[in-house]
T-cell receptor
């Protein structure tokens, strides 16, 4: 079993839809949870990060972490064609020296 | 501030050859990490360097090695290339010495194809 599981999709939605992306993990030591967005031929860029359990909102994006269930989610409201990309969840044990562990990524297409 | 740069962007090699990839971190960032991205395995951590010392290492064979120079620039080397080494190799740098999460900033990657 991989430490982080993420449904690879692909996921196709109409413009304006609410998108839900999810990851599960097995290592209870993870403390920081991130969502990265990767456009074609580009490196990943950080969208949001959350420390421990809870919700975090930034514009159209909301990240949720449920450590008791080892489950994290990213919601995108009013999705736009420009949101079409691969979304990667990542997590790490602490902010300092431990490397990121990534999910495989979910490819999202938002159709105009 | 300039972002993370990686050279070359694309590379084609044959089995058995070796390859060196280069990464220049964001100015002031002393930590540089390398990741391999493939469709089958996703993004996997290779190693991290900080102040010219390897601080963490992922689960890759010894054919994968790296180093960091005094100006924080880093190189990774893959010897005796295999077909399975075809991947996007990503470099990331991050600031250190601050509390809380230190964001990793990724470069555009080097696309390596092994024939």
């Amino acid at each position: 079993q991989k430490e982080v599981e993420q449904d690879p999709g692909p996921l196709s939605v109409p413009e304006g839809a609410i998108v839900s992306l999810n990851c599960t993990y097995s290592n209870s030591a993870f403390q920081y949870f991130m969502w990265y967005r990767q456009y074609s031929r580009k490196g990943p860029e950080l969208l949001m990060y959350t420390y421990s359990s809870g919700n975090k909102e930034d514009g159209r994006f909301t990240a949720q972490v449920d450590k008791s269930s080892k489950y994290i989610s990213l919601f995108i409201r009013d999705s736009q064609p420009s949101d079409s990309a691969t979304y990667l969840c990542a997590m790490t044990r602490n902010s300092g020296n431990t490397p990121l562990v990534f999910g495989k990524g979910t490819r999202l297409s938002v159709i105009a | 501030k300039a972002g993370v740069t990686q050279t070359p962007r694309y590379l084609i090699k044959t089995r058995g050859q070796q390859v060196t990839l280069s990464c220049s971190p964001i100015s002031g960032h002393r930590s540089v990490s390398w990741y391999q991205q493939t469709p089958g395995q996703g993004l996997q951590f290779l190693f991290e360097y900080f102040s010219e010392t390897q601080r963490n290492k992922g689960n890759f064979p010894g054919r994968f090695s790296g180093r960091q120079f005094s100006n924080s620039r880093s190189e990774m080397n893959v010897s005796t290339l295999e077909l399975g080494d075809s991947a996007l190799y990503l470099c990331a740098s991050r600031p250190t010495g601050t509390e809380g999460y230190n964001e990793q900033f990724f470069g555009p990657g080097t696309r390596l194809t092994v024939l």
